[in-house]
């Protein structure tokens, strides 16, 4: 078989440029900090990176939406804690009612105390979380409690774009939760509506004061609708028990993503990252060779056709 001088040429050529596209390639890895650079170095690898990076950028996203659900959720429970305490000093104002006589002027400043609370009441259903209203269902952008006082009666009407909808996040793969009670759910129990128990009030005192049906308007007061005072503070302290055990377990689902999200970013690092000794001597290596190659090259192209005529 007949090996022309050419044919050494072109095959010590083909040689020095794998050699040389190997340094390149050794040299990247060590610069960029990664073995893998472009897909065509290792399809395969590269296909895995691509999941992993994928399934890390999901999961970080999952526990952004449980810092927002949790946030709301806390938000919202500070704002029962102020639900419960305005309620509480309401009814302290009704007791005060059957605990003796008071004066016209005194009624007047009683009647005046319960207004200021029941628009305080409706105030604090209209507390907004990150510029929405946490209390409206799915609208949050409108006020869901529209207040008004007229004639020394206070009214608290629920908006009629307010419903009683779940707005839900999704916090880890197939699993969602709702992070939020609507003004109309909290102020309806067992098919009673609370808040107009809440109006009846401001009426019944303002005919209190203006010496209208006294007696019996004492006795709704300090019966029914002190009731339901009560009913809606037992209400209020059960939804916010709900939405402890709601923040508990979107805090725990959240420990488990990010110990899968440093779980991935480990499998990632052994796959992507370069083990920059072992890159290094191989670098070394491969320059030795290829400074070898063109040293033979060197030696194949030099001869000339005189050296061939002698």
Do not use: C
Request: hydrophobic share 35%.
């Amino acid at each position: 078989m007949r090996i022309a001088n050419s044919s050494m040429i072109r095959n010590n050529m083909y040689d020095n440029q794998e050699n040389l596209q190997r340094t390149d390639k050794l040299n990247r890895q060590i610069s960029t900090g990664k073995v893998i650079n472009k897909v065509s170095d290792d399809p395969y690898k590269a296909i895995k990176i691509m999941n992993l990076k994928n399934e890390i950028k999901y999961t970080e996203k999952y526990n952004y939406n449980i810092d927002e659900a949790v946030g709301w959720m806390n938000n919202t429970d500070s704002s029962l804690e102020e639900v419960g305490t305005v309620l509480g000093d309401i009814k302290d104002e009704i007791i005060k009612l059957g605990n003796g006589t008071y004066s016209a002027e005194e009624m007047k400043s009683i009647r005046a105390e319960m207004n200021e609370k029941i628009k305080e009441l409706g105030e604090t259903l209209n507390t907004s979380h990150g510029g929405n209203h946490m209390f409206g269902g799915s609208d949050v952008e409108d006020l869901p409690i529209i207040i008004e006082e007229k004639d020394g009666i206070a009214k608290l009407t629920l908006n009629s774009k307010s419903n009683s909808q779940d707005l839900r996040a999704i916090i880890s793969e197939g699993i969602d939760i709702d992070y939020n009670v609507s003004a109309k759910e909290l102020l309806n129990k067992d098919g009673k509506n609370l808040l107009e128990s809440i109006n009846k009030l401001s009426r019944a005192m303002n005919d209190i004061v203006n010496d209208k049906d006294v007696e019996a308007n004492k006795a709704q007061v300090l019966g029914t609708i002190k009731d339901d005072i009560d009913t809606l503070f037992n209400h209020s302290v059960d939804i916010r028990t709900s939405f402890g055990v709601k923040v508990n377990t979107a805090e725990k689902i959240k420990e488990l993503n990010d110990e899968n999200i440093m779980n991935m970013k480990d499998v990632l690092s052994l796959t992507q990252d370069t083990d920059k000794v072992s890159a290094y001597i191989e670098l070394k290596s491969a320059e030795l060779i290829y400074q070898m190659s063109v040293q033979v090259g060197s030696r194949l192209i030099q001869p000339s056709i005189m050296d061939y005529l002698k």
